[in-house]
């Protein structure tokens, strides 16, 4: 077809120079043509939708009587071979789409350390100062508690908590440390304060759940620092970690909402040098509360809940200290 289409523009540029240019030279004939050639190959080649808008919207114009007779040609083309406007207009080289930025996540250049409390392995017989410098001792993990109903251990409840919490808060973008990752580990509150101020934490998470004598009571509820904590100043920022934390999860899981208990008899919340909540999920020694917490469905709604709790605070942190 495009050889068709160039020995026409021979047949008519020759026409033209023959015609209108008595007084050409045979060389100069020949440029010409190698002109036209140029001239109507680049013209399509370079042809855009625009171009030819513009054309038909203005069709005499400056035109040379050439190009006119060419916008005649290809108009009967066009209209008459199905194949024509494959050949007019040469799809454009594919050039490949732009990768889009991707969006920043929410939870980057954020630091979360997560204590899936108690182990399997406690080593009750040892004891440890209750914050630094204190002479007052702790035991390091006294076990937990375990559920009356399912008989789930407390140290395994948490760790798959803290496991769904730790892949849900990498989705959204936070670097996340762990202080255990397995249950067959011996952890004092020390240990599990050393990894959060190691990390230089944003947030340091830790997660239990409750135990009663009376199974009748259930809900979940948050621990943190009194503003007079004589091992870490931290209330500000604890307190609004706690609140965030305790009304995201209840508001994810329906659990009752109890309260928030300020506290410096917590060894892991006094060592703990960066903002620090203790979570308990609710109550083993409850029927309902055991029950649900022994599924995977209501697992992962605690864990929604706590990471909501954490997007939360970082939003709510910027505007109390005016800081990022
Ligand atoms: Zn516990």
Known sequence: ???????????ISGRRCAGGEADNTDSKKE????????????????????GEEAASANPDG??????????????SLTASGSEAPA??????????????????????????????????????WLYEPVGPGATETKMKDTGGTAGRFTGVAEYELNLQLALKLQALLEERGYTVYMTRTENEVSLGNIDRATVANDANADAFI???ANGSEDSSVHGAMTLCQTPYNPYVQKYEESKLLSVCVLEELCNMTGAYQRSIWETDTMAGINWSQVPCTLVEVG??????????MATEEYRS??????????????????????AE
């Open 31 to 50: 440029k010409d043509d190698r002109d036209e050639i140029s001239y109507t190959e680049s013209g399509e080649a370079g042809k855009s939708p625009e």
């Open 62 to 75: 400056d035109k040379s009587p050439v190009s006119v007779v060419l916008d005649g040609i290809v108009e």
């Open 1 to 11: 077809m495009k050889k068709h289409f160039i020995v026409l523009l021979l047949l």
């Open 283 to 292: 109550f083993m020694t409850n029927r309902e509360e055991d029950e649900k």
């Open 206 to 208: 830790r997660i239990h």
């Open 301 to 322: 709604l605690i864990a929604e809940g706590l990471a909501n709790g954490i997007d939360r605070y970082i939003l709510e942190r910027a505007a109390l200290t005016g």
């Open 87 to 124: 050949e007019s207009t040469p799809a454009p080289e594919e050039s490949p789409e732009p990768e889009p930025t991707p969006e920043p996540l929410f939870g980057e250049g954020y630091v979360i350390a997560i204590d899936a409390g108690h182990c399997s392995k406690p080593e009750t």
